[in-house]
């Protein structure tokens, strides 16, 4: 039997700003089950965190699964609720109560940034704020949904594990579940709502948007999912 709790994951790869974003969880206004650090090999040396903060580490030390393998876990979770983050994102105190709210009102997924095949994208990380919620073909840096819905990604095999498990994601849940995915309201006077309180962490050597071919495979990718049955917003 589901309990109504968040569990959040975290994201280790090379970048090291875990300690802040544990820390960003724990002062969370919502209810938690668990906090899952999913760790790809060993470029950061986290030994010194697992005294200081309580946390499940899950770690591949000789296999990069990459972007979706850390959205293989909620298979095993029972808590209602699970919220996945990139190891660029630091949450506000009150986003998890924030993204629980919408995720009722909608029945939807909600992340810390928009994007649309058109090319349209909103959130912190572009520099935008949003008056209402946003309906959109995909979220990203942050993903919180209803766990059970975790089963409509994996019907679907992945055309590739290099890059678009946030398409893959929002593709699969609308196409067998009719879930669609939204950023909620980000106001300047309630910062404390706000997905992403550092947005320019997300503009190192290791973002996945600079690489050469990330517009490319992620256009195939779209194309892809729509031949499946995905009915996007553009």
């Given amino acids: 039997m589901m309990n109504d709790k968040i569990t959040v994951i975290l994201t280790v790869w090379k970048r090291n700003n875990l300690e802040e974003q544990l820390k960003s969880i724990l002062n969370q206004t919502?209810?938690?089950?668990?906090?899952?650090?999913?760790?790809?090999?060993?470029?950061?040396?986290i030994s010194h965190?697992?005294?200081?903060?309580?946390?499940?580490?899950?770690?591949?030390?000789?296999?990069?699964?990459?972007?979706?393998g850390r959205f293989a876990l909620p298979l095993l979770f029972d808590s209602k609720y699970t919220a996945i983050f990139d190891d660029d994102t630091i949450p506000a105190e009150n986003w998890l109560t924030h993204c629980r709210e919408l995720c009722e009102e909608k029945n939807c997924i909600v992340g810390a940034n928009c994007r649309n095949q058109n090319g349209f994208g909103c959130g912190l990380c572009?520099?935008?704020?949003?008056?209402k919620p946003i309906k959109c073909d995909i979220v990203g840096h942050c993903w919180f949904f209803k766990t059970e819905w975790i089963h409509y990604m994996w019907r679907e095999p992945a055309p590739t594990f290099?890059?678009?498990?946030?398409?893959h994601f929002c593709a699969s849940c609308q196409i067998h579940g009719g879930?669609?995915?939204?950023?909620?309201?980000?106001?300047?006077?309630?910062?404390?709502?706000?997905?992403?309180?550092?947005?320019?962490?997300?503009?190192?050597?290791?973002a996945t948007w600079k690489k050469k071919e990330h517009n490319s495979i992620r256009e195939e990718l779209y194309n892809h999912w729509k031949s499946k049955g995905w009915e996007i917003n553009s």
């Fill in 30 to 45: 919502a209810n938690l089950a668990d906090i899952y650090v999913y760790q790809n090999e060993s470029h950061v040396d």
């Fill in 49 to 68: 965190l697992k005294n200081l903060y309580k946390f499940k580490h899950v770690h591949s030390k000789d296999m990069n699964f990459k972007f979706h």
């Fill in 126 to 131: 572009d520099g935008l704020l949003n008056d």
């Fill in 162 to 167: 290099e890059n678009g498990e946030d398409i």
């Fill in 179 to 206: 879930i669609n995915a939204y950023l909620p309201t980000q106001l300047k006077e309630n910062p404390e709502n706000w997905g992403d309180s550092n947005p320019m962490l997300g503009v190192d050597e290791h």
